[in-house]
């Protein structure tokens, strides 16, 4: 497989991983500190942002996405 590798400090190379990061701030402002959320709490938040409809994958969501490419090599 294929690795690449962003500069640092160059936002506009990491798109996808910006938009996740802007998409966790809704829930987890900046210099949250996160030991105040239980596990429970935090799968919620994960849930929630897998079962969200994403742009880049055609308005697909995430889980539906990965369920597709997980089943299409079985």
């Not at 799968?43 to 897998?50: G, P, T, W």
Request: aromatic share 8%.
């Amino acid at each position: 497989m294929k690795v690449y590798f962003c500069d640092p400090h160059s936002p506009w190379q990491r798109g996808t991983n910006e938009n996740t990061n802007r998409l966790l701030r809704q829930y987890l402002p900046k210099k949250m500190d996160l030991s105040r959320y239980t596990q429970s709490e935090l799968d919620k938040i994960a849930l929630r942002l897998n079962q969200r409809p994403r742009k880049t994958l055609e308005f697909q969501t995430p889980a539906s996405k990965l369920q597709a490419s997980v089943a299409s090599t079985c």
